[in-house]
């Protein structure tokens, strides 16, 4: 019997681990940390051995398969260690493929990610099709394969699962758009992040698709560099494309074989034009997926948005509250401070990732009249941005920045949260932080 051992027991270790089980894996799951109630629940149910607080190397090296969590970078002392013994680590979504006939639709970039895998799998559900989401959002997709047999799997992938990746191949690949994030992962250089999204494609053949942004410089100089097995399908909101997605007199045009009116952008649930980017590459790949236009039509236009990305929270004395904790990055706040179209009080800050925030200066002084940093170390936003804000106060938690935004804020005016950052500093992560901020809105 082959030994599988996880390590880290968190969402995608334990989907792993109850896949493994299933395919007749000896698995072993270990995790350094302190292993969750709720999962530790599963692995007894299922009667799979585990340690916790620790990783004994003696169990973990006579493994003939690693499955590591993708929060656990490939610089550690031990994944080191594996893959100079030749023992293959790999990520979930490379164990889970193998198991599965569903078509998969890859989902990865910088932003945008999480709105374009729920949107699309809401066009695909409202068809009624037999679809599951999972990835770096809601459900592992590995226990998502165990448990039941989906056509379509739609999966949100970030940098690191694909990092772990030697077959995976997704029948269609989506890249919305990529931008300087997670380098204190990549030895804080750009093209090594930027190679890690584009793996989505290396296993691509002739017969799949990558849909992509083709206004973003940095995909387009990559595939001018590189060649591409998979058709070419860009969107743009700014040229007429031959093939692709793009707007004709604001409306949305899908030309793959033959030109197709969908719908005018005016009618989109999600506002802004990075979510007009969201709608056409869904709308590009439920096409393909030979989904109805009225069905894609419909879907876009009644989508709520997902949660902690530029979500209405309350309006209180004019004063409207919007929590974008998801916006962990530069791009992300660019886009939310993009949206604004009232003076905004910015809530700003966390554990920067080696951010530079000057690309946000022409937004910042244009729309925001107020910083409030909400950070342990704050000193970067405050040197940036002191000159061009008449107030920047330093808070230590989501209910001191929320009483001093509801001080400074006046009738007509926006509170945004939209951090920039990470929020391990002050927090256990972004919904966290999301939820705080929340809760301390509706205490005031």
Known sequence: M?????????????????????????????????????????????NISFEEGNHTETKIFDADLVMKSPGIPDTVSLVIALKEKGVSVISEIEFASKYTNGVIVGITGSNGKTTTTMLLNHVLEKENFNVSMGGNIGDSFAQQVAEKKSDIHVLELSSFQLDGIENFAPHIAIITNITPDHLDRYNYKFDNYINSKFRIIENQTENDFLIYDFDDEVISNWLKNNKVKATLLPFSIKSELKQGVYLKNKQLIINYKKEEKIMGISTLALKGKHNTKNAMATAMAASLLKVRKETIRESLEDFEGAEHRLESVLKINGVQYINDSKATNVN?????????????????????????????????????????????????????????????????????????????????????LSPACASFDLFENYEDRGNKFKQAVKEL
Not at 378 to 396: G, P
């Open 2 to 46: 082959k030994k599988l051992v996880i390590l880290g027991a968190g969402e995608s270790g334990i989907g792993t681990a109850i896949l493994g089980k299933q395919k007749g894996y000896n698995v072993f799951v270990s995790d350094r940390g302190t292993i969750a109630e709720k999962y530790k629940k599963v692995l007894l149910n299922n």
């Open 332 to 416: 992300a706040t660019f886009y939310a401070l993009d949206c604004m179209q009232s003076p905004t009080v910015w809530i700003v800050g966390g554990v920067d990732k080696g951010n530079d925030y000057l690309d946000l200066m022409p937004l910042v002084r244009e729309k925001v009249k107020a910083i409030i940093c909400l950070g342990v170390d704050n000193q970067k936003i405050v040197q940036t941005f002191y000159n061009v804000v008449d107030l920047v106060v330093e808070t230590a938690g989501a209910e001191e920045a929320v009483k001093v935004a509801y001080k400074i804020a006046e009738k007509g005016d926006a509170v945004l």
